[in-house]
């Protein structure tokens, strides 16, 4: 048996690799191959394997023949580009990098123009007619190989270019001309003798150190930790690539570009794109020069630009995607560097998957997937206008899509006010309650200084699909005397604002907007998005207005129907707290029979719009002191409107206070405490119902009970809700049909789902509640550590935002498996927060649930990633089939 | 095949039944029957089976041969008995009872006294030589009657009682003569009359009506919820015991008593109890004679005496238990009325079992048995003087047990003062907080209005061996003028205040208390415990006096050692504050330095104490705002104190405020957000534990990692941990054994455990936390609901005191299991609350647990638990393999 080879080399139109040989030649280093077997003109180069990597870490010497093998190819390469490694007139430059079986960019060594030394800078510098280029060349490889392989640290190399720049008197460092950079490199070299290390002239000792660097850098600090976050196996190692450098700015017939297959703003076919003649890469992002429409190179260079094209048309349809491709021309030769999948915009991905059927280049199937469902939000709302210049003057968290100018207020009360003037008004607020919703109804977008993305603030107004900014904690709000500061930016009241809920920024005065406009293409990947998809799509609403845009959303039924949110409007909120306060069911009914009729009407409207679709509705869950006056001058006006003592007031909510309210008196605790809340909040919804029956409307309704924990607590409250939807039926003589069933938040309900579902015949997973009691992590605190833990890769996301799938996803699993267990066809569906989320559904189709529910405006990002799941499971089976 | 009897006859020295058939004849029913068997002479009778209920609830109608067949029986009885049922002169009397396979005290209707009509009282009055009685007897009849077969309601009876004992001008019912009565019974005639229902007259209609009624009552509203709630099936069915009346009044050779078998206070042997001559048991309880000790019957009734004697020993023999005996002697005969195991004090139970055991009565498994571990903490702690009368004001939550006497104070400040100088005082506080802590130390016992039993003071109390009463809710406390308002009785500052910590008596003054001893088979008992439990015992201990003591008590280690309470003391507080008022690690380095040599002598005294065994301690858990100063002077002094200015401390304190602290940034989340505070605390048990380990000491100190949920927290302060351990060994030139672990108290590590086992070398459960993350009740708020829940039977017991088998207990099971499959050999424990409860300790026994760890005044409880548990399964092995 022959022994495999350490080296590898690619160029002069083949390779010994190919992309499937990932695990020994590294991500980067089987692209290069491949794209070498493709005929596409990339520098040529050679890739040292993954096992020479583990090898020499393992024995701590170089495996036997290794060298041989990199000489051999050396020459080989020498060959291919016509010049020589270390030669003094015509030098071969390389570089040297670094890749791994993953991609891992912490810990990428990389080491450039390799070869360079005080004689080959002198060719170097003959050969592209430019000195300068040629020091600053050298100048760099002293310092990344001081760095790299020497580990001295960046500030020292720092140190002395800027002392450089400072004896010039300049501040850039492209304003130092080839005299200056001679003499930068003198004081590298006079550093390194200082530290008492070398730097090797000769080019070959460079090339064994500098490989020798990137092996061991495997195993430095941020290379370990890096690896145990994302579990990755230390036993891989990575691969070196040693490619030949090229060059754009050796003249006229050279150059430098970036293209793409299709427009990515649109989605139009055909190249689109910048170059720069004479020029290298760098010079492209330094701005110094204005880059050329990429159709200039047609007159330029006709023949370049053409096989240009032909390149960009191969690559699209080997890769069968836009393509984002990077190129030099040196003395009129044309290299790739680098090809990518390109970025897009959503309007141009949908374009490009559109249009990418028809031409046959992918299926159906592969265009749903093309698609970030999350970005479908950025065509449903308005956006600030690509063109506008703008200051931000704070960065906080993107809580709800969109983008919104408007006066500046500090109070809902505010907002309602200068709203009903016909103004429009942005709410800032420290955070908000639920007390606000009237201003956050009135406002065009929110902010908030404090708060999640699922935190009050955010949950709201991605229910009303509001643009919103939470968690903004650089600025200082000052609501008594109204002013935002910010980066030394004051803003007061009645002052322009501008946010924009998709990024999180925050903006001085009101820039212009444009429309959201889903486009022609849009429909077509929805229609075939929901002849995918196997997962049903609700929507959580609360309001009538709310379930007429679901609808129109093409929501397929409501999920989750809140009461308490119907509790704080302005004509309720008093008569809820006369409620709260009541000294006995007797007083509560009293209170509780006022509420009757508006929340029948609310009743009415949303089972009226929603006609033929079910709709679940949750019974009474936020812990009672949430309703509650919360001020002084509140509960004064509260005491004085019902004629309640001051004192009792006081006392009731301060009896009422919880220390932690989220494991409180709250959910269903509330109904088998005070069974006359639940019972009215039942004949409202029979009443409403049953009258809707009688027009001939169908409802659906399905009565959810909340915070559910013990079996006993549902099988209390079934009596309870069944009697008095039977009571209300025979009054009306009617009858409808309906469903009860619980929410699943708690561990316990999910580990006794068995026992539980022999009362329910729904489960919706209350996913916001259930991650916080499983992970132990209140969501209205998690921002003072959530950030880190993300950062840390603790939690890969945001717990909150996507679900955790390790232990509040079995959880899920366990209630799912015990509830069907019990009842085969119980109805099944999630309406956390994270129903809305891409990742979370995909976790939901898994897991074999009948629906999932979120927010109206992100039904299409819901269906759309509905579909994905399915296309993704069939792809997973149709491999397996396969092997 | 002939069909088995609907009924079964017990009396004559006979019974058809016995013990084995409790289904068919209930558990009264088969008892009875037993009894009989063996010889005791109870009052005949005969029992309705179960069968026959079940029979006429499903047909609604009497099954057929049962009528025939009480006839025969009555016929039977009349004849034993020499009296004639609705005969004038000799009337034979009845009762009829329910009895079901379980007691279900909630739903027993009885009815006695059948047979007397208006002829046959006036037979009785003749043969009792007491009309007073005979028409009192009757008027109960009608009343039981009017009730339980006619459904009247109790009021209606009761009223007309009261208008007759008001025309008379006398209070008690025993003011009424017989003259009165009869006036009595005729209210209740024309009562009956006017609500248009009929009393029989003849008695065997009585009789039937009244079995029906039994068999009715199963399916009654009470007993529906009563069985919902216990799970007892429907099917199961009543069986209804007619049984003959005897009475003790009919003259000087008749009489009632009771006895035991053994003194129930001390244990001594011999019959203890008292009796009345010529009397009914009603008498007795009444209080209007004083009764005679039994000696006394020795020389009144030589014969019936030793008669009573023999059967107390053969009950006692043949229940292998001292007895609690009901008699009756009618006209010189003895009648056993009831017999059932007798309560007794703990220190009567235990000098029982081990006597029992001498006697070869029972072995020492079911000696173990015998005890109730939960008793054990009388005899451990002072107790009220058992001959004093007291006065009690209010009662809340026995908390922490023993009795404590001292003038009540109002403030910790105040309860370390007065304590200084040579006072017995009784905290008293709204709540405790962990500043209290001090105070708490310095006072005899403590008392709060709010909070449940694992509240802050429960949980310090407890591990102070104090005594404690919770949640008072019914007194009221003005800690600013400095008094308690309870029942209408004010007690002033320094007013003399008694608690019972055992049963939550509130009491004004200062009563005598005995002092603890457990006596001389306390520790026979513990010895035999010891030997047969499998479990090991630790104690939860936070100070080197209390780690003393927990040696003491021979506990098998520290389980949990908390250090934040630690922080909490005087000369410490302030440097914690301004660790967490720090704006750089390197400050809040510099304050940690000031706590190192604290913490460091802590743990020198806690290890050296416990030197050979395990001492886990957990680094610092609870949220930092719970340090921080509360109210303006506490910032204002410490602001002063520290040169901080008011505004930021201010700030900081509302930064540091969290909306649920139980689920917010606490426990490893501060060790991976402030790893300087963890890196002090390990260097803190290390330097302490080389130390010791250079004298010699054999230190085993244990770090335990707090509120983990993901096993890459573990992993991060793993290393922290053994990197801070192995510097600060090798500075201290010395090598320590130590493990690392981590507490289990969030449901995801539950869940995780098989990953969080890679990184953890032992569990330990919280299951204070895993109880309130599983069940989603905050243990602080629960008071508001959990009584209630407790109460409807949703919870049998408060999860908080012992341990929720069924959502809890399925996460412990899951972490063991998937820990061990990790690592088999791993240590778990726990360490909660439930450590010390005895239901608990049976459930960490069947799940294998290596250790449970509680307060140090627990620990002869926990060890005579973790025998039962080891003893109970055993048995339970016994019968799986006789079967």
């Given at each position: 048996m022959t022994k495999a080879p350490w080296v590898y080399f690619f160029g002069a139109g083949g390779a010994d690799g190919d992309a499937s040989m990932r695990d020994l030649l590294g991500g980067k280093g089987a692209n290069l191959h491949e794209m070498t077997r493709l005929?596409?003109?990339?520098p040529p180069g050679f890739t040292i394997s993954t096992q020479a990597c583990i090898h020499y870490l393992k024995e701590e010497a170089w495996p036997e023949g290794l060298e041989r093998e990199i000489k051999e190819h050396m020459i080989h390469l020498e060959e291919t580009m016509g010049?020589?490694?270390?030669?003094?007139?015509?030098p071969l430059l390389v570089s040297v990098r670094s890749g791994a079986r993953v991609s891992m960019p912490g810990m990428m060594d990389t080491i450039l123009n390799?070869?360079?030394?005080d004689e080959t800078v002198e060719g170097l510098a003959q050969v592209t007619s430019n000195p300068r280029f040629s020091y600053d060349s050298y100048r760099r490889l002293l310092q990344m190989f001081g760095e790299v392989v020497r580990g001295l640290p960046h500030q020292l190399f720092e140190y002395q270019l800027e002392e450089v720049k400072r004896e010039k008197g300049v501040i850039q460092d492209l304003d130092l001309t080839a005299q200056d950079l001679q003499k930068v490199i003198q004081r590298y070299k006079d550093l390194f003798a200082r530290e008492g290390v070398s730097f090797p002239q000769e080019p070959w000792a460079q090339l064994k150190e500098a490989i020798e660097a990137v092996f061991k850098s495997w195993n430095n600090e941020r290379a370990r930790t890096y690896r145990r976050i994302h579990d990755i196996p230390e036993e891989w190692g990575t691969a070196v690539n040693i490619q030949t450098m090229v060059f754009g700015n050796l003249g006229e017939d050279s150059g430098t570009g970036v293209t793409f297959t299709r427009n990515p703003a649109t989605g139009e076919k055909g190249l689109f794109g910048e170059f720069l003649l004479n020029a290298q890469g760098e010079d492209v992002v330094a701005g110094i020069r204005t880059p050329l429409s990429i159709a200039k190179l047609q007159e330029w260079m006709p023949q370049v630009y053409q096989k240009l094209k032909d390149l960009a048309c191969l690559l699209e349809s080997h890769y069968r995607d836009m393509q984002d491709i990077e190129f030099t021309i040196e003395k009129g030769k044309l290299y790739i560097l680098q090809t990518r999948s390109g970025k897009r915009t959503v309007k141009a991905a949908i374009r490009i998957a559109v249009e990418m059927v028809a031409e046959g280049i992918i299926d159906r199937a592969t265009a749903l997937l093309r698609i970030d469902p999350e970005q479908l939000q950025q065509i449903l709302h308005p956006d600030i206008d690509p063109n506008t210049v703008y200051c931000v003057v704070a960065r906080g968290l993107p809580a709800s899509p969109g983008a919104a100018s408007g006066k500046a207020v500090f109070s809902a009360q505010e907002a309602e006010e200068t709203a009903a003037q016909g103004e429009k008004v942005i709410l800032v607020r420290p955070e908000t309650s639920p007390e606000d919703i009237g201003g956050m109804n009135a406002a065009q977008g929110i902010l908030t200084a404090r708060g999640g993305i699922t935190s009050h603030a955010a949950v709201v107004a991605r229910g009303m699909g509001k643009c919103c900014i939470v968690g903004c904690d650089t600025i200082i709000i000052n609501e008594e005397e109204g002013y935002i500061l910010a980066e030394g930016v004051k803003i007061n009241r009645g002052g322009p604002l501008t946010l924009n809920g998709s990024t999180g920024e925050v903006i001085v005065g009101e820039v212009p907007l444009v429309e959201a406009d889903p486009g022609p293409y849009f429909s077509r990947i929805m229609e075939w998005a929901d002849s995918v998809r196997t997962l049903q799509v609700r929507a959580n609403v609360d309001t009538p207005e709310n379930a007429l845009l679901a609808r129109k959303l093409e929501a397929e039924g409501i999920g989750l129907c809140r009461t308490e949110h119907m509790f704080f409007e302005k004509d309720r909120i008093n008569v809820v707290r006369e409620m709260i306060l009541a000294e006995s069911p007797q007083e509560r009914k009293k209170a509780l029979t006022q509420l009757l009729p508006l929340q029948r009407e609310d009743f009415k409207g949303i089972l009226r719009a929603m006609e033929g679709l079910p709709v679940t509705i949750r019974l009474l869950d936020p812990p009672?002191?949430?309703f509650l006056p919360k001020t002084l001058e509140e509960m004064e006006a509260f005491s004085r409107e019902r004629g309640i003592s001051l004192e009792k007031v006081q006392e009731k909510v301060a009896r009422l206070h919880e220390f932690n309210p989220m494991l409180g008196l709250r959910g269903c605790r509330l109904g088998i405490l005070f069974p006359e809340i639940y019972r009215i909040q039942v004949r409202a919804i029979f009443e409403a119902a049953c009258t809707l029956a009688k027009e001939g409307v169908d409802v659906r309704p399905e009565v959810m009970v909340p915070l559910v924990a013990h079996v006993k607590e549902m099988r209390i409250l079934r009596d309870l809700i069944e009697k008095e939807a039977i009571t209300v039926m025979k009054e009306q003589g009617v009858r409808v049909g309906y469903l009860i069933g619980t929410m699943i938040e708690l561990p316990r309900a999910a580990l006794t789902a068995d026992e539980i579902a022999q009362e329910a015949e729904f489960f919706s997973f209350g996913t916001n509640d259930l991650t916080q009691t499983t992970l132990g992590i209140s969501r209205d605190d998690a921002a003072k550590f959530l950030p880190q833990y993300v950062g840390l890769g603790i939690y890969p996301k945001n717990p909150f935002a996507t679900l955790e799938e390790g232990g509040v996803g079995q959880l899920i699993e366990i209630g799912v498996i015990k509830g069907r267990n019990t009842r085969h066809n119980i109805k099944v569906g999630i309406c956390g927060e994270h129903g809305g989320d891409p990742v979370s559904i995909r976790f939901c189709h898994k897991m074999g649930l009948n629906y999932i529910s979120c927010s109206p405006y992100r039904i299409p990002t819901a269906r759309l990633a509905a579909a994905q799941a399915r296309v993704r499971e069939e792809l997973i089976k149709w491999e397996e089939e396969a092997a």
């Open positions: 005929g596409i003109p990339v010049r020589v490694f270390g030669d003094k007139t015509q390799l070869g360079l030394n009672l002191h949430e």
